[in-house]
């Protein structure tokens, strides 16, 4: 018995297990959704219900602030999408963007007390091409300045690299959310040696169509520089940093910090418009890293200009420790228009400060500063830049090469199309980008006695193999009696096509 058990077994284990046969998995049409983006409300004024010196008022002048919005066909021959903009808490239009003429649509609206929403159905299975932006201009105040932001999608997790918690700064978030349930936010914040043990909660709730405002000057004091990064468990969230500073009695800038790119071991910074100044000159243009993981890293910093990278002493290598943000002075280069591209062999996140120098305050006899933030961005993505009313946009454009220090590759090109504020296309025209090299388009090169309400690039051939990738902003600009003011525009990148989803079988239900 034993052996006839025996001989079974062997004859059983000589039996060859056939090879796993792959199973295609099924995918299914899923047409593309509606685009939400939440747009930034007014500037959040100093505290005035303390009575005090009228002569010593911190908003002496009205913040004047306007959300423009505009909505793109796909293409020359698609109709472009209604586009309607909302308070973030209701449903009363304030504005609706309707396409001129079927190409685009350009609208505009007074910014109500709080953020906003802005909404666009696909055309077809084409998703909608959107975007709007939020600008408040202070002329007088501790507020003077321009402070602009496109209006952005909702995400659960954001970084935003600017501001400073010191004396003399201030440094507020703003967290919206647009959606219908409760999303309970996170808020980290790092500085100058690392990681910051904030003073208060850093957890908190942000109901449904609510914002919520935290002063990080009251959690994380005295940090001359600060990274926030904010996460969302339950549902998606905007945030932004709105960043002022007073040198004595005079204002030094304000201007929204908006997310840029999560950590990467490349970051492309743009907007890098800079006067002439020495090394050693103070408020000078600054780019402002950080490594957020446990390892240190080596950065190598490439600015590109107008005829290709620009050496800077002391600012192509710098070492990065954990957690530690670092700001490296721009000053010393020559006048111009330059992007910044960071290569690390560890993730880091990037932003860049430019300064413009103004006249002396009333109070002192230190010239008025003005300040705007650049958000590192995603290159080689089309995208649109709605610009309000009392802008002048000039859009900056560079082209980023494969290779270590942006080098190397084809040029990069695209289709630009100027948008008029009845939707009209006031001008179309390709551009073209040597790899390596940055260049500024002013306005004025474009159009002529028209206001310009958006932006919109297509590029070509953006995911060609040594094709260098084309990375865009716009510099926004006021002029005022004793100073320009400027702020920094990112494009809101089209939504990635998606037409086709990936459907397995689970052995959970929900969310894992």
């Not at 709080?114 to 084409?126: E, I, L, S, Y």
């Not at 954990?322 to 560890?346: C, F, H, N, Q, R």
């Not at 094709?467 to 600009?477: D, E, K, M, N, Q």
Request: proline share 9%.
């Amino acid at each position: 018995m034993l052996a006839l058990t025996a001989a079974v077994v062997a004859q059983a284990s000589a039996i060859p297990v056939p090879p796993d046969v792959p199973v295609a998995v099924p995918a299914v049409e899923v047409p593309p959704a509606a685009r939400q983006l939440v747009c930034a409300g007014p500037l959040v004024q100093p505290d005035d219900t303390v009575a005090g010196d009228a002569a010593f008022d911190p908003t002496p002048v009205d913040v004047l602030t306007r959300v423009g919005v505009v909505t793109v066909g796909a293409s020359d021959a698609d109709r472009a999408p209604s586009a309607t903009l909302t308070p973030l808490a209701g449903d009363q239009p304030l504005t609706v963007a309707e396409p001129a003429g079927g190409a685009a649509g350009a609208a505009e609206a007074a910014a109500p007390d709080g953020a906003t929403r802005m909404t666009a159905d696909p055309v077809g299975d084409t998703a909608a091409r959107i975007a709007g932006t939020t600008a408040s201009v202070t002329s007088a105040g501790d507020l003077r300045g321009l402070a602009a932001a496109s209006c952005q999608a909702p995400a659960a997790e954001q970084w935003l690299v600017g501001g400073s918690t010191e004396i003399g700064s201030s440094a507020l978030l703003v967290v919206a959310n647009p959606g219908a349930t409760p999303a309970e936010v996170t808020v980290e914040v790092f500085g100058p040696s690392g990681r910051v043990d904030l003073a208060g909660a850093a957890r908190f709730l942000v109901a449904p169509g609510a914002e919520r405002a935290l002063l990080l000057e009251g959690i994380a004091a005295e940090q001359r520089r600060i990274v926030t990064r904010v996460t969302a468990a339950g549902g998606l969230v905007t945030a932004q940093v709105q960043d002022s500073r007073l040198n004595g009695f005079t204002p030094a800038g304000t201007d929204l910090v908006s997310a840029g790119q999560g950590p990467a071991t490349r970051q492309v910074v743009g907007g890098l418009v800079v006067p002439d100044t020495t090394i050693d000159q103070p408020d000078t243009a600054v780019l402002r890293l950080l490594a957020p993981g446990d390892l240190a890293t080596r950065a190598q910093v490439t600015l590109l200009g107008a005829a290709g990278p620009v050496t800077l002493p002391g600012v192509e290598s710098v070492d990065l420790a954990p957690g530690e943000v670092i700001d490296l002075p721009l000053g010393g280069l020559p006048t111009g228009t330059y992007t910044a591209v960071v290569d690390s062999k560890e993730p880091v996140v990037a932003g860049a400060m430019l300064t413009r120098p103004g006249l002396p305050g009333q109070l002192d006899d230190l010239p008025t500063l003005e300040r705007a933030w650049s958000a590192a961005s995603a290159v080689g993505r089309s995208g649109v830049v709605a610009v309000p009313t009392g802008i002048t946009p000039t859009l900056l454009l560079s082209a980023v090469g494969p290779g270590l220090r942006g080098a190397g590759g084809d040029a990069a090109t695209g289709t630009l199309h100027v948008l008029g504020a009845d939707g009209a296309v006031l001008d179309e025209r390709e551009v073209r980008v040597e790899a390596g090299t940055t260049f500024a388009m002013p306005a004025t090169d474009l159009v002529t006695g028209r206001q310009v309400a958006g932006l919109a690039l297509t590029l070509e051939d953006a995911d060609r193999t040594g094709r260098a990738a084309l990375a865009w902003t716009v510099l926004a600009s006021v002029p005022a009696a004793d100073g320009e003011l400027v702020s920094i525009l990112d494009p809101v990148p089209d939504a990635a096509a998606q037409t086709r989803v990936p459907v397995q079988r689970a052995s959970t239900l929900g969310l894992p």
